[in-house]
């Protein structure tokens, strides 16, 4: 984590997963979390079915809500879709956008995550925007230009640390138990970082949180976040079960 950086943030991203009786850790994590004073801000992002009913659950709380997705537009005849605006109304305050598995599975361009962003911010959502490289990309050692190709593309004017988290996750990393090497890691969030400082000034980029995604647990969430410029984690997998969730979040002190 950055000396004097931003304040850490924890973001579980639920996927596909979850249906009322899933509600039951979002019960035993409030229970949990009762009283306790918390060293990180937390947001749970589950499937747009739950979303409202997350929120209320969680509106004792300081846990936020999110989204997975949004479409660019406020409204209209795009069967399915859910915009930005329906998130906000329906408790969310932030949205996941530009996740590797929507990039691959449904062909979402740099663009088009960009018209996301720009979508969330209108309806005053943070946009968490992610970025990262596939395994063959590392290996044929593009990751630094993908990764900027990315953030170059998908965010967008008027971005920052108010409205925007940026969250660097590893194609190769995401549900496979495997993670870089810390100095992979340190490496790539030094670069979003300057990347972020060249576009929107010092300030902002200092301000802004970088997060770190794929395969984080309790056992390793310590030394990620001892990792200069990362401020935080996306979390997949351990973020489904409370006690799995409240393993990392556990790992920031209050401060
Ligand atoms: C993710 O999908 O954003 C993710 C980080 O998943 P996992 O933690 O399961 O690797």
Redesign the pocket.
């Known amino acids: 984590m950055a000396v004097n950086g931003p304040r850490p943030i924890i973001i579980g991203?639920w996927?596909m997963n979850g249906t009322s009786e899933s509600l039951g850790e979002i019960r035993l994590m409030t229970g949990m979390l009762d009283g306790v004073e918390l060293g990180c801000d937390v947001v749970v992002c589950p499937p747009a079915t739950l979303i409202r009913q997350v929120h209320e659950m969680l509106s004792e709380s300081k846990i936020g809500t999110g989204g997975q997705d949004c479409h660019p537009e406020p409204n209209g005849a795009f069967t399915g879709d859910i915009s930005a605006e329906m998130l906000r109304d329906a408790g969310a305050r932030y949205v996941?956008l530009g996740?590797?598995?929507r990039r691959h599975y449904h062909d979402e361009s740099d663009a088009l995550v960009r018209r996301k962003a720009e979508a969330a911010h209108r309806a005053g959502l943070v946009a968490i925007i992610?970025v990262g490289e596939t395994e063959l990309e590392r290996g044929a050692g593009d990751t630094l230009d993908v990764v900027s190709r990315q953030l170059a593309g998908s965010v967008p004017k008027g971005s920052g640390a108010e409205n925007t988290i940026i969250?660097y996750?590893p194609v190769w990393?995401?549900?496979?138990g495997v993670t870089p090497t810390s100095d992979e890691i340190g490496e790539v969030h030094r670069a979003v970082r300057h990347w972020l400082a060249e576009r929107l000034g010092d300030e902002a980029a200092r301000a802004m949180r970088i997060l770190y995604?794929?395969?984080?647990k309790s056992t390793n969430a310590a030394d990620i976040f001892a990792i200069p410029d990362v401020d935080g984690?996306?979390?997949?997998?351990?973020?489904l079960k409370a006690k799995d969730f409240l393993g990392i979040i556990g790992q920031f002190a209050p401060c």
């Open positions: 991203n996927k996941i996740h590797s598995e992610c969250a996750e990393a995401i549900g496979s995604g794929g395969s984080v984690s996306l979390v997949g997998q351990a973020s």
